[in-house]
């Protein structure tokens, strides 16, 4: 009896430290401890504000990233899919014998030296981009040489593949893909993954994937961030082949979600043929069920007028969500003379008031409202050190949990890691910043305890997260599809939207 009464008072003494820990985490630390230790209960817990402001930051998310209230169940994604080649772009280059030169970039690629050349356009600056190889004996040489090349790895590729390869990490939810799925691709998806037989092919489209890493020099240049140049000679991706086969499994499958991506590959066709797929892509979106849910994910794209006409050809007013990254919301600006337009680049970290800018010109412009008949309430943004999720007001909920979904696996994917590793991951993201440059607004200070900021201008609410970056990460291809999909699973629509 007396042993079980001093364990209970060292337990309540136990407990009444873990107040003193809670309601004063101001003391001393050597206070605390010398009281701990008074009690000869063992070594002295860490103080709450000892955390470094990754953990704190790691630890605000858990608490904050709950399941919606609605969850999907049947999530339809398409249409573009094919095998990533992965591998290092400099010793690519190496291995097929160029020279370091300067660095340009191309719209499209027409030979080795423009491969060389865009891609050190791109590594100099650390940003991520993609393009079409025109010429197709001269893409499949250097496609075999990379495929066989020590080291290089085969993985899901494809903007629809890779968000469909995430849903279907999630075993509840039944996922069906549309897009031209070869030998390969189909050993590689989950099998959680439903393909229709109409969507398999004899052959894979390959894309590779070019990664550096932060520091790595190639001549003159030095990557600032670790990050990957993507091209391709994908016919099937690009004519968006795959379309009608989605659109047609739709009525059979009944999803609670349309996630459509791969507009941008449509960048290697003719002007006549993109107009043709884009009237469409808006077709088929209004074939599909009011009620349902539509998200585009855009990626990077040169071609100015392209994206103009998935502007204004109604397919930004006929989708309900977009996902996108600051590349893609710049270029989308100056395509369409929005705000900040004259910038000819980022410099350094995108910053938070213009981004917010852009996405209230593009919401403002284009989303739904009283006086337009659009379907458009929800942009993701994302970049390497910070994310935004802009709504329409009273059509979507449980949107700070959406976003800091989005940034945690950021970390946790680029990692490999199953949960945030605060050793191996850095918080990057500006300690201040101004909510517009537009209008009068305010200045935050950012704050790891409570690490998603919101902020309201004329009915669109804003939610702003850091990113915890990971230091040397194993994969940069594909976080941005992740992110998406991340942020879209702890989403839920409301049932009038």
């Not at 085969?154 to 629809?160: C, E, F």
């Not at 940069?476 to 942020?487: F, R």
Request: proline letters at 5%; hydrophobic letters at 45%.
């Amino acid at each position: 009896m007396a042993l079980w009464r001093g364990s209970a008072c060292a337990g309540l003494l136990a407990l009444a430290v873990g107040c003193v820990f809670l309601l004063e985490p101001e003391l001393p630390g050597s206070a605390l401890r010398s009281l701990w230790s008074s009690l000869r209960l063992g070594p002295s817990p860490v103080p709450p504000g000892s955390l470094s402001p990754e953990g704190r930051l790691a630890a605000a998310w858990d608490a904050l990233i709950v399941q919606p209230a609605r969850r999907w169940r049947r999530v339809a994604v398409g249409v573009n899919a094919c095998v990533d080649v992965v591998l290092s772009g400099v010793k690519l280059l190496q291995a097929l014998g160029l020279r370091p030169g300067n660095g340009r970039d191309h719209a499209v690629l027409h030979s080795r030296n423009d491969l060389e050349e865009a891609f050190v356009h791109f590594m100099g600056k650390g940003a991520a981009a993609e393009r079409f190889f025109s010429d197709k004996e001269a893409f499949h040489d250097v496609a075999q040489i990379a495929s066989e090349f020590p080291g290089a790895q085969h993985y899901v590729g494809g903007n629809a593949a890779l968000i469909g390869q995430k849903f279907a990490a999630n075993s509840d939810l039944k996922v069906l893909l549309c897009g031209p799925v070869g030998p390969k691709l189909h050993e590689l998806l989950d099998d959680n993954v439903f393909v229709p037989p109409e969507s398999l092919q004899e052959v894979d489209e390959f894309h590779l994937i070019l990664e550096y890493q932060a520091g790595e020099e190639w001549g003159q240049f030095k990557a600032p961030h670790a990050n990957r140049f993507i091209f391709s000679h994908d016919l099937s991706n690009g004519a968006m082949n795959m379309l009608e086969v989605f659109v047609s499994s739709l009525e059979e499958f009944q999803p609670d979600l349309v996630v459509l991506s791969g507009l941008h590959m449509m960048e290697g066709q003719s002007k006549e043929l993109q107009r043709k797929r884009l009237l469409e892509v808006v077709t088929s979106i209004s074939d599909i069920p009011t009620g349902v849910p539509v998200h585009l994910e855009l990626a990077s794209m040169t071609n100015r007028e392209l994206l103009n006409s998935i502007v204004h050809q109604q397919v930004f007013s006929a989708v309900t969500s977009l996902g996108l990254n600051e590349q893609e919301l710049l270029f989308l600006s100056q395509s369409a003379s929005g705000p900040h337009a004259s910038l000819s680049s980022w410099h350094g970290v995108p910053d938070v008031g213009m981004v917010s800018d852009i996405l209230f010109w593009i919401l403002k412009e284009h989303g739904r409202s009283k006086s337009r008949a659009s379907d458009l309430t929800r942009i993701h943004f994302h970049t390497l050190v910070y994310h935004i999720l802009a709504t329409v007001d009273g059509h979507w909920a449980n949107q700070l949990a959406a976003v800091a979904a989005g940034a945690r696996v950021a970390g946790t994917q680029a990692c490999a890691t199953e949960t945030i590793d605060t050793s191996r991951v850095s918080l990057r993201a500006p300690q201040e910043f101004m909510t517009s440059h537009s209008e009068a607004g305010s200045r935050i200070t950012l704050n790891p305890n409570k690490p998603v900021v919101e902020w309201h201008r004329e009915g669109i609410s804003f939610y702003f997260t850091p990113v915890l970056v990971c230091k040397d990460p194993i994969r940069t291809v594909g976080l941005g599809d992740a992110i998406s999909a991340e942020g879209l699973f702890y989403s839920e629509v409301y049932p009038h939207f």
